[in-house]
């Protein structure tokens, strides 16, 4: 799903798994022509603007923060902010 439409960049070598949400903005590709590019898992929610960039795993039902800029890989069902993103700690098991 894509929500409020515009300026999303996907790079056409890209992975992108099913029942993703991207936000404007969103950009999910190469750090230097030619490098490796991103995997994105099932289920992950694009916050608006956030870039996606070089040889990143996303896992799926990851969370990525608003603005972030993801240059390392996310563990499945973790949320990621920051520039440069970080995994934020578990508050607890059941989280």
Request: net charge negative.
């Amino acid at each position: 799903m894509i929500h409020h439409f515009g300026g999303i960049i996907i790079h056409p070598r890209a992975e992108i798994g099913s029942d993703c949400v991207l936000r404007h903005g969103v950009t999910v590709g190469e750090r230097v022509a030619g490098g490796p590019v991103p995997v994105i898992g099932d289920g992950v929610v694009f916050g608006a603007y956030v870039q996606v960039l070089g040889s990143v795993n996303v896992g799926d039902r990851a969370l990525l923060g608003s603005m972030s800029v993801v240059l390392d890989d996310v563990p499945p069902g973790r949320t990621a902010v920051g520039i440069p993103a970080r995994v934020l700690e578990r508050r607890n098991a059941a989280d």
